[in-house]
C-alpha cells in the first residue's frame, strides 16, 4: 500500500517536472485513436444496421412453418423489445370471371418494425402521376391492399370487393413498396396485404397448407442480441432465424470492410505513437537510472524498485487512457454529429465497449514497451552512485522492443480480426525493424567509417551519428517506423479506397429478375433491347434440396451452428456455366477437368459456403430436385466476391447435367434511374416475375464508402499528431547529452552557428536515413493490406519514394533544429556545472 | 534535546568492544584488456562506532573502491566486511540494500539529488522507501536543521552547491543511520562552502553519534577526523 502510494507520490512528482509529457500525449494519441474509431463505427455500424434492417420489416425475425410459439413473443416484450407478427402463403384470388395465384400476408397490427410501408394513388384526372404515401397501420379487417400486378391482372379498381378464399374483402389501397419483399427468394407471385384478424373467415389456413408464420422483433441492440440468444437454443425443426446479415451478404462483406479499414488507419496511429512511447520510454530510463541508483543506495531493493516503477506505469497507463476516452467521446461526438448532417442519419449512441478497447490499448501499448526497460532498470548498479560512467547492461537491447511490437501484434490481430493479418504484421514489424537496424548498422559502419576530412558541419554531423551510432539508429528506426506507419496511411488510403469504389462500379445490377421462364428468355431479350438496355448474362437455376453427404443422409442435428442449420433447411439454387465468372476465384481443386466422366458430376461449391457446412473437395452431395434425384463430387472451391452485385450461387456445375431438370432462369440488370418507368410494362408482360431491387443496398453500401472516406481523413489527423509525437521524442531522447555536448564545444570555442549547422547535418541524415526505412516499409505494407485485409490488388506509387525521404529530411531537420535552439543557448558554465 | 540524549546513550553500547566496520583482506581486481588490475590489496580497517574516518590519496588509488565496498555498493574480489557485526557478502545485492536502508546513510560529490524532486522530497525519500509515517514532517524538520527552511519547496537545479549538499546531509541523515559515507563531500563546493558542510556535517555526526567513513582530497576535513588512512596504489600506508 504504502509503496503505491510512493508511486504516485513520484508520479505527480515527474509530472509536475515535465518529465512525463512525450510519454502521455502519445498514449493519449494512441488510446483516443482507436478509442475514437471504436466509438464511431460502432455508432456508424448500428445505423448501417439499423438501416438495412428496413428490408426486414424488423431488426431480427423468427420464421416457421408452423405458428411460433407465444412464449417467443412473450420473452421478446419481457425484455422490452417491440414484436409483430406475419403470416404469408400462396392463394388464389378471385375478382368476377379472372383469378390470380397471389402471395398473401396476412399481418397484425405494428407492421412493419422497421421501414416503411408505402401505399400508392393510381392516377386521377385530376393527377396524373401516381403520388406515394407512406401507411398508417395495417389494412381494416374487411379490407385488404393490393400490389400493381393483382390490380393489372384481375382488373380491379379500388373499392371493388374480391373473393379471399370464403370472404369477400374491398380493395382499399395499392402497396407500392413493402420493406420486407426483397428479402430472399420468399415468393413470386403478386402480392396482396390482408389483416390477420380476417384469417379465419378466410378459410384458407387448412391442414397441409403451404404457410409461412414469422415473429418480427425489433428493439434496442443488446436486447435483441439477447433474445437472438435466447431464441436460438429452442428453436424446433422448421422454425429459423433471419436477420439481414443472412439476408444480404453483400452487406455484411461492406460493413465488415467498412470496419476494417478505419480499425487499421485507427491501428496506423497506435503504431506511430508506439514508435514514440518506445523512444519516450528510453529517455525516462536514461533520465531515473541516477535517481533508481540513488534508490538503491537508500536501500531499495530491485523488487521494490520493480513494484515502485509497475504501479507507477500503470497509475499512468490508467489515467492517460483515461484522458485519452474522455478526448475520444468528445472527438466521436463531434464527427457524429458532422456525419449526421453529412448524411442526414441520425447515427444511435454508442456501447461502452470501444472505451474499454481504448483503456485496454493505452495499457498494453505502455506496459508492452515499458516493462522490458523496467526490468532492466531495477537492476541498475548502486556503485553508480560513485562511478557515473556504469551503465545498465542491456540499456541499448532493441530486443526490448520486442515484447512492444509482440503486444503490438496482438492488438492487431484484435482489432483486425484476423490471425493470420496480425502475425503477418507481427513479423513484418520484426522485419522491418530488423533490416532497419542491420541496414542502418551496415550504412554508419560502411559510409561513415572515416570521418570526413576538415571541419564542415558535414563533418562533425556525421561524426556525430557515427559517435552516437545506437541510438542514431534507434532514432532512425522509431522515427522511420512512424513515418511507415503514416505514410502507407496517406499515400496508400486514397488508392485502397478507389481500389474498392472501382469494384462497385456505377451501373452494378441494381434489379434482379428471378423466375424467369425457359421459354420467357427470348421475350426478354427483346425487351432489352427495346428499352436500350444491355442483354444482361441469364443463369439457368434447379432448386434442390441436399439429402445425402457422401451417401450419409443428411441430419439437421449434426450442425449445430445454426448458420449451417439454416443453409441445410433450405432449397439450395444450382445452376451452371462453362466458365468462371470474372468475380469467381479458384482457392481450392480445379475448374472443369478436360475430360466428362459420365458417371462423376464434378460440382463447384462457394468456399465460405462449403466451410459452414463442413464440405470439402471429393465430398459426393446428393440433391432431390423437382425432376429427380441428383449427384456429384465438389471438385473445386470458388471465392464469390459479392461486392460486385452480380448473380452468383453456391453450387455450380457442368453445362449439361441438369439438362432434365426442371429449371428457371435467374439474371441481373442495370436499370437507369431515368427508365424507372419501364417496370411496369415488365410486370405486365411477365407477371410471373419476381423482381428484386438492391438499388437501396447499393446505394447503402456506396454511403458507406463515402463515410469511411470521410473519417479515415479525420482519423488521419491522429495519426498525424501521433507523428509529431514521434519526431518530439525522437529530438529529447538525445536531448541531454545534446546539452552537454554544447557545452563542451562552446567552452572549446564553437560558435553557435556552428553546431547549430552540425546538428542540422545529423538530423537531415537521420531524416534522410528514416524516409528511406519509411518509403520501403509503406510500400510492402501498403501492398501486403491490400492484397490480405482489403483484397484488393494494389501498387505501390513511385512518388511515396519521393515524397517519404523529402518529407523525413524536411521535417525532421525542422524540428530538430527547432527542438535544440533552446539547448544552445544555455550558458556553459551552468550546464559543466551540474 | 531528547534525541541528542538518546544518541549519546547510544553511543557506549555500540563503542566499547566491537568495531562497527571490520573489513579483512579486501581485495578488488579488475580485468581490462586482458590484464588483471589490482585496484585495492589486503585492505584491513576497523572501525568503532562513533570514530570518524578519512581516507585519503591520490586520485586512482583507490578511495572511493574502498568506499564503495565498505557500504556494500560494490562486491570485493577477496575479502570481508561486517557491518554492525553482519558479513554484507554473504547477503545477496537485496538483503545488502536493505542493510543500507536501515544503516547507512551516503553523501557524493555530485550530491545525487533526485532532479524532478524539490528538496523536501529529496529528504523525505529515504523515509519512505523504509515505510516511515510522516515522511513529510521529520523531512521538514531536517530541512530547517540544516538552515534550508526558505528552500524547502526548490528543486535541486534552483539551489546552489553548497545548499545542495545541505539537502544532502539532511537526506543522509534523516534515517537516523549508525554509519554515514561520504564520497568527496566537499569536491564540488568552494572553499568556504566547503568549510561550511564540514561544520554542519560533524555537528549533526556529533549529536547522531555516527560512525563516519570520509573519502577526501580535503585536508581541513580530513583533519577534523579522528583517524586518517591514506591509500597508495590500492594498499593502505600508516
Redesign the interface.
Known amino acids: 500500500m504504502n509503496m503505491i502510494r510512493l508511486s504516485l507520490r513520484m508520479l505527480l512528482r515527474d509530472w509536475r517536472a515535465g518529465e512525463l509529457y512525450i510519454l502521455t500525449l502519445a498514449l493519449v494519441i494512441a488510446v483516443s485513436s482507436v478509442a475514437t474509431v471504436s466509438f464511431f463505427s460502432d455508432r456508424v455500424q448500428k445505423a448501417l444496421v439499423l438501416e438495412s434492417n428496413q428490408l426486414l420489416g424488423g431488426d431480427l425475425l423468427v420464421t416457421s412453418d408452423s405458428p411460433v410459439p407465444p412464449s417467443y413473443a412473450e420473452h421478446a416484450k419481457q425484455i422490452g423489445l417491440r414484436t409483430t407478427h406475419l403470416v404469408r402463403f400462396p392463394s388464389m384470388v378471385s375478382f368476377g370471371d379472372n383469378s390470380l395465384l397471389t402471395s398473401i400476408k396476412a399481418v397484425a397490427p405494428g407492421y412493419p418494425l422497421r421501414g416503411e410501408l408505402k401505399l400508392a394513388n393510381p392516377p386521377t384526372e385530376e393527377n396524373i402521376a401516381q403520388s406515394i404515401r407512406i401507411a398508417q397501420g395495417i389494412p381494416k379487417p374487411g379490407t385488404v391492399w393490393v400490389d400493381e400486378k393483382v390490380v393489372n391482372a384481375l382488373k380491379v379498381t379500388l373499392g371493388d370487393k374480391i373473393e379471399v378464399g370464403a370472404a369477400e374483402m374491398t380493395v382499399m389501397s395499392m402497396v407500392e413498396s413493402e420493406p420486407d419483399h426483397s428479402v430472399g427468394f420468399v415468393s413470386m407471385n403478386p402480392r396482396l396485404l390482408m389483416n390477420e384478424k380476417d384469417l379465419a373467415i378466410t378459410q384458407l389456413i387448412q391442414p397441409g397448407s403451404r404457410i409461412n408464420y414469422q415473429l418480427l422483433v425489433a428493439g434496442d441492440e443488446t436486447q435483441v442480441r439477447e433474445f437472438r440468444h435466447w431464441v436460438k437454443d429452442r428453436l424446433s425443426p422448421g422454425e429459423r432465424i433471419v436477420s439481414i446479415q443472412e439476408a444480404r451478404p453483400e452487406i455484411r462483406s461492406a460493413l465488415d470492410r467498412a470496419g476494417k479499414f478505419l480499425n487499421l488507419a485507427a491501428l496506423a496511429s497506435v503504431v506511430v505513437a508506439a514508435a514514440a512511447i518506445a523512444l519516450a520510454i528510453r529517455r525516462f530510463i536514461q533520465r531515473h537510472l541516477d535517481g533508481c541508483a540513488v534508490m538503491r543506495c537508500l536501500g531499495a531493493t530491485e523488487s521494490d524498485l520493480l513494484r515502485l516503477y509497475s504501479y507507477y506505469f500503470i497509475m499512468l497507463g490508467l489515467a492517460a487512457s483515461l484522458l485519452g476516452c474522455i478526448f475520444a467521446v468528445l472527438t466521436q461526438e463531434f464527427l457524429s454529429y458532422w456525419l449526421e448532417e453529412l448524411i442526414g442519419v441520425t447515427l444511435p449512441l454508442p456501447s461502452t465497449l470501444p472505451a474499454i478497447q481504448g483503456m485496454l490499448t493505452g495499457m498494453v501499448l505502455l506496459l508492452g514497451f515499458a516493462l522490458p526497460p523496467l526490468l532492466n532498470l531495477r537492476q541498475v548498479p548502486a556503485l553508480r552512485v560513485i562511478r557515473r560512467d556504469l551503465e545498465l547492461a542491456n540499456m541499448h537491447s532493441l530486443a526490448g522492443y520486442g515484447f512492444g511490437i509482440v503486444i503490438l501484434s496482438i492488438l492487431f490481430i484484435w482489432k483486425a480480426g484476423s490471425f493470420k493479418l496480425g502475425i503477418m504484421i507481427m513479423l513484418g514489424f520484426l522485419l522491418a525493424v530488423i533490416f532497419f537496424g542491420l541496414f542502418g548498422w551496415l550504412l554508419i559502419r560502411l559510409f561513415l567509417l572515416t570521418r570526413p576530412p576538415g571541419s564542415s558541419p558535414w563533418s562533425y554531423g556525421l561524426a556525430n551519428i557515427r559517435r552516437r551510432a545506437i541510438p542514431s539508429l534507434v532514432q532512425a528506426t522509431a522515427l522511420g517506423l512512424g513515418l511507415m506507419a503514416l505514410l502507407t496511411l496517406t499515400l496508400t488510403r486514397n488508392d485502397l479506397l478507389q481500389d474498392w469504389q472501382a469494384r462497385l462500379p456505377e451501373n452494378a445490377p441494381n434489379r434482379f429478375l428471378v423466375n424467369v421462364q425457359p421459354d420467357q428468355q427470348e421475350r426478354l431479350m427483346v425487351f432489352f433491347d427495346e428499352h436500350a438496355i444491355p442483354r444482361p448474362k441469364v443463369f439457368p437455376m434447379v432448386r434442390g434440396r441436399l439429402l445425402e453427404i457422401n451417401d450419409r443422409a443428411v441430419n439437421l442435428e449434426d450442425y449445430p451452428d445454426p448458420r449451417a442449420k439454416q443453409l441445410i433447411n433450405r432449397e439450395f439454387n444450382l445452376s451452371w456455366t462453362d466458365t468462371l465468372q470474372p468475380d469467381n476465384e479458384i482457392v481450392a481443386g480445379h475448374w472443369w477437368s478436360e475430360e466428362v466422366i459420365p458417371s462423376e458430376h464434378e460440382l463447384s461449391m462457394e468456399e465460405g459456403f462449403a466451410e459452414t457446412l463442413g464440405l470439402k473437395l471429393g465430398d459426393r452431395l446428393s440433391f432431390y430436385t423437382g425432376g429427380g434425384d441428383f449427384s456429384a463430387t465438389i471438385t473445386s472451391l470458388r471465392k464469390v466476391d459479392w461486392d460486385t452485385f452480380q448473380v452468383n450461387f453456391f453450387a455450380v456445375v457442368r453445362p449439361g447435367l441438369l439438362d432434365n431438370y426442371p429449371a428457371s432462369y435467374v439474371t441481373s440488370f442495370y436499370l437507369p434511374p431515368d427508365k424507372i418507368q419501364i417496370m411496369q410494362e415488365l410486370t405486365r408482360i411477365f407477371p410471373n416475375f419476381l423482381i428484386i431491387d438492391v438499388a437501396s443496398v447499393i446505394e447503402r453500401v456506396q454511403n458507406m464508402i463515402g463515410q469511411v472516406t470521410h473519417a479515415i481523413e479525420f482519423v488521419f489527423l491522429f495519426t498525424l499528431l501521433a507523428g509529431f509525437a514521434v519526431m518530439y521524442a525522437a529530438i529529447a531522447s538525445t536531448q541531454d547529452e545534446r546539452i552537454y555536448e554544447a557545452a563542451i564545444f562552446r567552452t572549446l570555442g564553437a560558435r553557435k552557428q556552428q553546431l547549430a549547422r552540425a546538428w542540422a547535418v545529423e538530423f537531415a541524415v537521420l531524416g534522410a536515413l528514416a524516409g528511406f526505412f519509411a518509403a520501403a516499409g509503406a510500400s510492402v505494407l501498403g501492398y501486403l493490406i491490400g492484397k490480405y485485409a482489403l483484397h484488393i490488388t494494389y501498387s505501390p506509387s513511385p512518388w511515396i519514394w519521393v515524397i517519404g525521404v523529402l518529407v523525413s529530411i524536411i521535417s525532421v531537420t525542422a524540428f530538430g533544429v527547432i527542438g535544440t535552439r533552446t539547448t544552445l543557448s544555455q550558458p556553459p558554465l551552468q550546464v559543466l556545472r551540474k | 534535546m531528547a534525541r541528542k540524549l538518546i544518541v549519546e546513550q547510544l553511543v557506549p553500547v555500540n563503542g566499547n568492544n566491537q568495531p562497527i566496520i571490520q573489513a579483512s583482506n579486501l581485495t578488488k581486481e579488475v580485468e581490462t584488456g586482458g590484464e588483471r588490475l589490482i585496484i585495492l590489496q589486503d585492505i584491513n580497517l576497523q572501525v568503532s562506532a562513533g570514530e570518524s574516518i578519512a581516507v585519503v590519496g591520490a586520485s586512482g588509488s583507490g578511495k572511493?573502491t574502498l568506499?564503495?565496498l565498505l557500504?556494500g555498493?560494490?562486491v570485493p574480489t577477496h575479502g570481508t566486511v561486517f557491518l554492525d557485526g553482519e558479513d554484507i557478502f554473504k547477503l545477496d545485492?537485496?538483503e545488502r540494500?536493505?542493510?543500507?536502508?536501515?544503516l547507512?546513510g551516503?553523501m557524493?560529490q555530485?550530491f545525487?539529488l533526485?532532479?524532478?524532486?524539490?528538496a523536501l522530497?529529496n529528504v523525505m525519500?529515504?523515509l519512505?522507501?523504509?515505510?516511515a509515517d510522516n515522511a513529510r514532517d521529520i523531512a521538514h524538520d531536517w530541512l530547517v536543521r540544516v538552515g534550508l527552511e526558505e528552500r524547502v519547496g526548490h528543486?535541486p537545479?534552483q539551489l546552489s552547491?553548497g545548499e545542495q549538499q545541505r539537502v544532502a546531509i539532511a537526506?543522509a541523515f534523516v534515517t537516523h543511520p549508525k554509519m554515514l559515507f561520504a564520497?568527496e563531500p566537499t569536491g564540488n563546493l568552494d572553499v568556504a562552502t566547503g568549510a561550511q558542510i564540514i561544520d554542519l556535517m560533524f555537528q549533526i555526526n556529533r549529536e547522531q553519534g555516527t560512525t563516519l567513513v570520509l573519502v577526501t582530497h580535503d585536508k581541513n576535513l580530513s583533519a577534523r577526523c579522528s583517524r586518517v588512512i591514506e591509500l597508495v596504489a590500492g594498499r593502505a600506508v600508516d
Do not use: K, T
Open positions: 572511493s568506499l564503495g557500504a555498493l560494490d545485492e537485496d540494500a536493505s542493510l543500507r536502508g536501515r547507512l551516503f557524493f555530485s545525487q533526485l532532479p524532478s524532486l524539490i522530497e525519500l529515504p519512505e522507501l523504509s515505510g528543486y537545479r552547491g537526506r564520497d
